[in-house]
């Protein structure tokens, strides 16, 4: 597609289940973010994808939070036995290089 | 410890007019800076960018400062227009952060009529 998707666009669970999300990059972009919004606040970095290099995973909150990237395109983000706190816009963008991210519409996240 | 700080939650100006959005950072390793405009149910896209080796960059109708001894920059839009209507964040990297961006809290910018 032209743009960076993410799936699904709104998801709700229960506190203690475990939620995947989504993102599809912009085909040919090397890397890949992952942030999160919560509310009232900025973006927040979670783990940063580059080529075939180890991941960035310094802005995991915890290890309940994972993500993986195959085959260099496809994202998915895994939180286990999430919380309330867990409640946010969570954003992938991609990148071909440098700063030049183009950001999907967002999984909004609510645990209830 | 928020190093990128955006205090004005929320700004209205009218048509016209000139926007300023304000942003201050506290880490003294940030070199380059950027502005996103968000809508709602969108992602954040990418509106225009300095490096700290300039002071001024512009782009049409928007213009970013940055004042390095102060860590403060500045967008200013001119002349504002509804579809200017969203939230800007700023947001700020180092080099050697591996492109990762530390952004601000948002602004809310509201153009009116």
């Known amino acids: 597609g032209a743009g960076v998707s993410q799936s699904p666009s709104n998801k709700v669970t229960e506190k203690g289940k475990d939620v995947e999300l989504r993102c599809d990059p912009i085909?040919?972009?090397?890397?890949l973010y992952w942030y999160r919004q919560s509310l009232g606040q900025g973006l927040e970095f979670l783990i940063y994808?580059?080529?075939?290099?180890?991941?960035?995973k310094s802005g995991l909150p915890s290890d309940r939070f994972s993500a993986e990237r195959t085959g260099g395109s496809v994202s998915t983000l895994t939180i286990q036995r999430t919380q309330q706190e867990d409640s946010a816009v969570y954003l992938c963008?991609?990148?071909?290089?440098?700063?030049?991210?183009?950001f999907g519409s967002g999984t909004r996240l609510t645990v209830v | 410890d928020q190093q990128v700080k955006q205090n004005s939650p929320s700004l209205s100006v009218q048509e016209g007019r000139i926007s300023i959005l304000n942003c201050d950072y506290t880490n003294s390793m940030f070199d380059y800076f950027l502005w996103y405009k968000k809508y709602p149910a969108e992602g954040p896209t990418f509106l225009i960018s300095i490096s700290s080796i300039k002071d001024k960059n512009e782009d049409g109708r928007f213009t970013v400062f940055l004042n390095k001894s102060a860590k403060h920059l500045s967008l200013h839009i001119v002349p504002s227009q509804p579809g200017d209507s969203a939230v800007y964040f700023c947001a700020a990297s180092a080099t050697g952060g591996g492109n990762k961006l530390t952004f601000g809290t948002g602004t809310q910018l509201k153009v009116e009529l």
């Open positions: 085909s040919g972009h090397t890397a």
């Open positions: 963008a991609s990148s071909p290089r440098g700063y030049g991210y183009t």
């Open positions: 994808f580059q080529g075939n290099s180890a991941p960035d």
